[in-house]
T-cell receptor
Framework: KNQVEQSPQSLIILEGKNCTLQ??????????LRWYKQDTGRGPVSLTI?????NTKSNGRYTATLDADTKQSSLHITASQLSDSASYIC??????????FGSGTKLNVKP | NAGVTQTPKFQVLKTGQSMTLQCAQD?????MSWYRQDPGMGLRLIHY???????DQGEVPNGYNVSRSTTEDFPLRLLSAAPSQTSVYFC?????????????FGSGTRLTVV
């Protein structure tokens, strides 16, 4: 069964600290993996996208990694800011147009 | 560009009522889709359209209808609202159907059916 599992479900960190969010998937065939950030009350916004051959992709303080062999991805946030408080959603594309969404990790950055 | 505009932002319906959630985009995107987001669950695809005049069902289409008469608009109709349709609904658009271009999401419609 094609699934995308994210962990942890929720996370609280202090401002300035780093954190890592996990995404494990069983989707096959794999086309690409994208991380979205969803602020409360808003639609998701794309952060990074990685294809099979890419191991790392950065977007400012966000760095995503992909291990296609173990079917794992992580999103690392460096020097967190209050504005990083949001839900982070992992989306895996299978084939051309089948998308599998994780249920998200809710990050709360406290001052 | 306004991006993807959804209206209304909030709506309360009584069981059995019908209504239309509006979605419009001004980016000339061919692909548009509707998702619902429930607590603890990922976004689930309701219906999608790959261009004007073409629509297809997603993962959870029952109880919803769509049409795509123009490239810009993709309304979602609830035929006879049920409490199980209480959810947050997101409209998304993209240049193409695959995830390589990324999706632009609207800000959502929070629907409560009582």
């Amino acid at each position: 069964k094609n699934q995308v599992e994210q962990s942890p479900q929720s996370l609280i960190i202090l401002e300035g600290k780093n954190c890592t969010l996990q995404c494990n998937y069983t989707v096959s065939p794999f086309s690409n993996l994208r991380w979205y950030k969803q602020d409360t009350g808003r639609g998701p916004v794309s952060l990074t996208i990685m294809t099979f051959s890419e191991n790392t992709k950065s977007n400012g303080r966000y760095t995503a990694t992909l291990d296609a062999d173990t079917k794992q991805s992580s999103l690392h946030i460096t020097a967190s800011q209050l504005s990083d408080s949001a839900s982070y959603i992992c989306v895996v594309t299978s084939g051309f147009n089948k998308f599998y969404f994780g249920s998200g990790t809710k990050l709360n950055v406290k001052p | 560009n306004a991006g993807v505009t959804q209206t209304p932002k909030f709506q309360v319906l009584k069981t059995g009522q019908s209504m239309t959630l509006q979605c419009a985009q001004d980016m000339n995107h061919e692909y548009m889709s509707w998702y619902r987001q429930d607590p603890g669950m990922g976004l689930r695809l309701i219906h999608y359209s790959v261009g004007a005049g073409i629509t297809d069902q997603g993962e959870v289409p029952n109880g919803y209808n769509v049409s795509r008469s123009t490239t810009e608009d993709f309304p979602l109709r609830l035929l006879s609202a049920a409490p199980s349709q209480t959810s947050v609904y997101f409209c998304a658009s993209s240049y193409s159907q695959d995830n390589n271009y990324g999706y632009t999401f609207g800000s959502g419609t929070r629907l409560t059916v009582v």
